[in-house]
């Protein structure tokens, strides 16, 4: 099994910067994909960023695409999600996930509160 462990969150004033980390441990070679998604309250969880372990690839979501760059350090286990130019509504809880070839994500972190004031 993995396990992830975020941390980096914290508050912020809009147009700042925060870099969030995920360590993972365990079985970590059988890691396909990372992904980071997000929580505001009152909404649903949504799709943030994510990269392929082995390749590098990586897919943004539209509403952060070109402020936030997701990257990975193979050597250390940890993906890292650099947040730039940072807005109100990017305030939520920010959980890290892991998922094999071919299956969901199926382990997540405890999540990291990330709060933009304005």
């Known amino acids: 099994q993995v396990q992830l462990v975020e941390s980096g969150g914290g508050l912020v004033q809009a147009g700042g910067s925060l870099r969030l980390s995920c360590a993972a441990s365990g079985r970590t070679f059988s890691t396909y994909r990372m992904g980071w998604f997000r929580q505001a309250p009152g909404k649903e969880r949504e799709f943030v960023a994510r990269?392929?372990?082995?390749?590098?690839?990586?897919l943004y979501a539209d509403s952060v695409k070109g402020r936030f760059t997701i990257s990975r350090d193979n050597a250390k286990n940890t993906v890292y999600l650099q947040m730039n130019s940072l807005k109100v509504e990017d305030t939520a809880v920010y959980y890290c996930?892991?998922?094999?070839?071919?299956?969901?994500?199926?382990?997540w972190g405890q999540g990291t509160q990330v709060t933009v004031s304005s």
């Open positions: 996930a892991s998922a094999r070839a071919g299956a969901e994500y199926d382990v």
């Open positions: 990269i392929i372990w082995y390749t590098g690839t990586t």
